[in-house]
């Protein structure tokens, strides 16, 4: 099994781009999650997914969207990059609620 | 002020020192807690995972809850170079939508051989 495996690894944009973070898990994980994590904050949830077909908000979802058509996938869209979205991005997925988060390798993203 | 406080560090030990790394919270609701370990350049991992109050050991790490100061702990005994990484801690209410994880800052450990 490869877990939670997230692409790209790395990304350099520049303000106004567009670009999708994917995330796909081989687990059969129903949630599904996106972390930003900056020096000093911790990991902050930006959006999660309880099934396909379902998202919803976290603690800091403006300037993000997400998608879940398929169960294994989960994807982050920045429509508009802003150097404030620098950071290192997160997927984590867990099977049911207060079980064990498996997280991705991470994407570090700089918007120049 | 943050629901999880933790202290972020770095903290720097000998070899064989034991590590105390602690966290404060303010949702008295919290019930579950976990210390996950996140190696440079790598995503965490759970370490330790506790229900409500008390001790759980695990080989040389030691969780504790004590939910009547809402302060959790975790500590190594012996520690190694390989321990050299941040520890976060991660909270949960009994009933969590979605299974939303509230986490601390992170406190960066360094064992010096």
């Known amino acids: 099994n490869a877990g939670v495996t997230q692409t790209p690894k790395f990304r350099v944009l520049k303000t106004g781009q567009s670009m999708t973070l994917l995330c796909a898990q081989d687990m059969n994980h129903e949630y599904m999650y996106w972390y930003r994590q900056d020096p000093g904050m911790g990991l902050r949830l930006i959006h999660y997914?309880?099934?396909?077909?379902?998202?919803a908000k976290g603690e800091v979802p403006d300037g993000y969207n997400v998608s879940r058509l398929k169960k294994q996938n989960f994807l982050l869209g920045l429509e508009s990059a802003a150097p404030s979205q620098t950071s290192v991005y997160f997927c984590a997925s867990s099977y049911l609620e207060d079980n064990e988060q498996f997280f991705g390798p991470g994407t570090r993203l700089t918007v120049l | 002020q943050k629901e999880v406080e933790q202290d972020p560090g770095p903290l720097s030990v000998p070899e064989g020192a034991i590590v105390s790394l602690n966290c404060t919270y303010s949702n008295s609701a919290f019930q579950y807690f976990m210390w996950y370990r996140q190696y440079s350049r790598k995503g965490p991992e759970l370490l330790m995972y506790?229900?409500?109050?008390g001790n759980k050991e695990d080989g040389r790490f030691t969780a504790q809850v004590d939910k009547s100061s809402k302060y959790i702990s975790l500590f190594i005994r012996d520690s190694q170079p390989s321990d050299s990484a941040t520890y976060l801690c991660?909270?949960?209410?009994?009933?969590?939508?979605?299974?939303?994880?509230?986490f601390g800052q992170g406190t960066e450990l360094s064992v010096k051989p």
């Open positions: 997914s309880v099934g396909e077909g379902t998202t």
């Open positions: 506790t229900y409500s109050s």
């Open positions: 991660a909270m949960s209410p009994l009933y969590n939508q979605g299974g939303k994880l509230i």
